[in-house]
Structure formats: C-alpha cells, structure tokens
C-alpha cells in the first residue's frame, strides 16, 4: 500500500527555521512529490514540487527564496526545509505525490493522487 507520512512541524517564532519531512512507502519512486497547505478557513495551497531527479523543483510565488524542497531516493524521504517563517506560513502542511511527471501543473492539488495525513507549523510573531 502506498502511504506518505509527514513530520517535524512545530511552533515557531517568526524568522525561524523548520524543516518538515515526507517519507513514501510502497516500493515506488514517485515521479512528483509536492507540498501544500491549508490555513483554517482557507482553500489548500501549493507551496513546491519536485521531480524525481531532484534537480526540476517549483515553488509558490509566496516561498521562493525562503523555502527548498529536495529529495532522498534512497531513503524515498522529501524535504521542505522552511528559512525566515511568516505568521502566514501557519497551516497544516500536506506531502502529495504522483506517477507522473507532472511537467503540465505541478503545483496542481487535483494533479496528485496520494496524500499524507499532513503536520502543523505554527509561527508566531
């Protein structure tokens, strides 16, 4: 069965540091793996996606320059490490992945398949 847990959310100050983890089971590679977001009362966001090779990544207008997500095939882990935290980075953050190069919508929920159960990052001004 394919799963993806995340962990290593936590509550933070702004300008802090967190580096959340994606870990896949299954047996498979996932061409795609992403992030995304979901503050209370608000729709799921894209934050960044990744293709299996690690060097093809995107990233949400909102992260870039802060944020980097990298993968771990062998150990089938895929990182968002989370520089300069904003109040509004709160949200429960989700994994998702994909079969497929997703080279059309990457930063597309409705593209991905699988998604874990998400983790919480809190930051506080």
């Known amino acids: 069965e394919m799963q993806l847990v995340e962990s290593g959310g936590d509550s933070v100050q702004a300008g802090g540091s967190l580096r959340l983890s994606c870990a896949a089971s299954g047996g498979v590679d996932y061409r795609t793996t992403g992030w995304f977001r979901q503050a209370p009362g608000k729709e799921r966001e894209a934050v960044a996606a990744i293709f299996v090779g690690g060097l093809t990544t995107f990233y949400a207008d909102s992260v870039k320059g802060r944020f980097a997500i990298s993968r771990d095939n062998v150990r089938k882990i895929t990182y968002l490490q989370m520089n300069s935290l904003k109040p509004e980075d709160t949200g429960t953050y989700f994994c998702?992945?994909?079969?497929?190069?997703?080279?059309?919508?990457?930063?597309?929920?409705?593209?991905?398949?699988?998604w874990g159960q998400g983790t919480q990052v809190t930051v506080s001004s």
């Open positions: 998702a992945a994909s079969n497929d190069y997703l080279t059309w919508a990457p930063l597309n929920a409705r593209e991905y398949k699988i």
